[in-house]
């Protein structure tokens, strides 16, 4: 079954840097798109950040444009958002996404805290 794992979360001071991964199984990895989400407290589900299964394409939120970067390695099956300059109003869980066969999984979501 489709499984996602995200972890590399935690407190970060404003203007740190934090690496996420999400790491997948149960399918054919290296042929989806892979997305992070974000919710924050009080808040919708918003897509942060898609790369297709080449990396032939990113897309960013345009609140993160320039400071987070996804990339892949379809060897190790998983996914990464790297995220710099951070700032308190990126606070929220953050969670890995595919869309395989019309369905949407999700993994559990990582924490992150950006405070002082």
């Known amino acids: 079954q489709v499984q996602l794992v995200e972890s590399g979360g935690g407190l970060v001071q404003p203007g740190g840097s934090l690496t996420l991964s999400c790491a997948a199984s149960?399918?054919?990895?290296?042929?989806?798109?892979m997305t992070w989400y974000r919710q924050a407290p009080g808040k919708e589900r918003e897509l942060v950040a898609s790369?297709?299964?080449?990396?032939?394409?990113?897309n960013y939120a345009d609140s993160v444009k320039g400071r987070f970067t996804i990339s892949r390695d379809n060897v190790k099956k998983t996914v990464y958002l790297q995220m710099n300059s951070l700032k308190p109003e990126d606070t929220a869980v953050y969670y890995c996404?595919?869309?395989?066969?019309?369905?949407?999984?999700w993994g559990q979501g990582t924490q992150v805290t950006v405070s002082s």
């Open positions: 149960g399918f054919a990895f290296s042929s989806y798109t």
């Open positions: 996404n595919v869309r395989y066969y019309a369905n949407h999984f």
């Open positions: 790369i297709t299964s080449t990396s032939g394409s990113r």
